[in-house]
């Protein structure tokens, strides 16, 4: 809406020449939804504990360390997408689609996650709507959005497959590549919602993957740094990395509530809403393999998952103590904090090993 307002007015006001510019803009939007998760925080956590007496249902057979816990409320997810949609709309060009697409993915998934919050809720458990009900209607979202993707994209780039290490190169999918979209998006967002298990745990490396792709997304849009790179050059993709600077500034803003010990949770209103988004993006900027890299962290707590429910079913034995991961380690007698804070350095790690695929080529 700025953008749109105020870059008219270049020509007259030398300053307002500064829209032009995706990185001022990426910046406007950090400080923006920042300013506005600080502003709204307050008065969100009273209003959800006013509405959820109780708070979220802790497992009966997660950590002990959990039931001190018992009362926060949930759905803190809410005031991620407040603020970073307030701050897309205020700073983003909205004549670009990927804009609406990407909008629309974390949009759409954050309200099937306000959905089975509300579920778990009102059934005062922690299972909320059934696995088979929400995964439809993750893949009827996923389906739009790759399908609208691939409408707004040549065939060629909208088809291919990059290949991390590899120059100037797609690995053509054909029909293959919408259900691999669609894989990637919903994939992306369960995995976040698994790794939403502690205080802070989950955020940070949301907010570590969205610089990454921010960047990434900055260099893909641009035509001379992606030649430079031997990236895919797609047009228009420069301006997500606003979405991912709203991401970045809503979630500082999350945090400073969601910080040991949380005055709320995010919920699957939050976890699902922007792990939907960091796979959106991967998928239109044509990394998505990368994102399993810098989203490293999150495939391995989704990994600890299958693996600890394979191998029960299949010998009555289980790997871990307990699964996710995370919670594994709690078991083990490490105390949260020591936990979040390790998983945010292998977070770190990751996302520096994912970034070095851009220049090693």
Not at 138 to 160: D, H, K, M
Request: proline fraction near 4%; aromatic fraction near 12%.
């Amino acid at each position: 809406m700025l953008y749109h307002l105020l870059y008219s007015l270049a020509d007259d006001f030398a300053i307002f020449n500064l829209f032009r510019y995706i990185t001022f803009r990426t910046g406007g939007a950090i400080m923006t939804a920042l300013i506005i998760g600080f502003v709204i925080g307050p008065a969100m956590i009273k209003w959800l504990k006013k509405k959820q007496k109780e708070g979220q249902p802790i497992r009966a057979d997660g950590p002990e360390g959990h039931f001190k816990k018992a009362g926060t409320p949930t759905m803190g997810g809410l005031m991620i997408l407040i603020s970073s949609g307030i701050s897309v709309l205020l700073w983003a060009d909205l004549t670009n689609p990927y804009v609406w697409i990407i909008g629309s993915v974390i949009l759409g998934f954050g309200l099937i996650g306000a959905v089975d919050d509300y579920t778990k809720l009102t059934k005062r458990s922690h299972k909320g709507i059934s696995a088979k009900v929400r995964l439809l209607l993750e893949f009827s979202f996923a389906f739009l959005a790759v399908a609208a993707y691939i409408n707004f994209t040549t065939t060629e780039v909208a088809t291919g497959l990059s290949i991390p290490f590899v120059k100037n190169y797609l690995l053509p999918l054909g029909i293959l590549s919408m259900p691999f979209g669609m894989l990637v998006i919903v994939g992306s967002s369960n995995a976040v919602n698994l790794t939403d298990g502690l205080d802070g745990l989950a955020i940070v490396p949301v907010m570590i993957a969205a610089a990454c792709f921010g960047l990434i997304s900055y260099l893909v849009g641009n035509a001379i740094f992606s030649d430079y790179l031997g990236i895919q050059f797609i047009a228009g993709t420069g301006e997500l990395a606003i979405i991912c600077g709203a991401l970045i500034g809503a979630g500082m803003g999350f945090l400073w509530f969601n910080a040991p010990p949380a005055m709320v949770f995010m919920g699957d209103t939050g976890s699902l809403s922007m792990g939907a988004g960091l796979g959106a993006m991967a998928v239109v900027v044509k990394h998505e393999l990368v994102l399993a890299i810098i989203g490293g962290l999150f495939v391995f707590e989704t990994l600890s998952v299958v693996i600890q429910v394979v191998s029960f079913k299949l010998t009555g034995k289980r790997v871990f103590k307990m699964a996710p991961i995370h919670h594994h380690f709690e078991k083990k007698g490490w105390s949260e904090p020591t936990v979040v804070v390790r998983f945010w350095i292998i977070a770190v790690i990751l996302a520096l090993v994912g970034l070095s695929t851009l220049k090693l080529r």
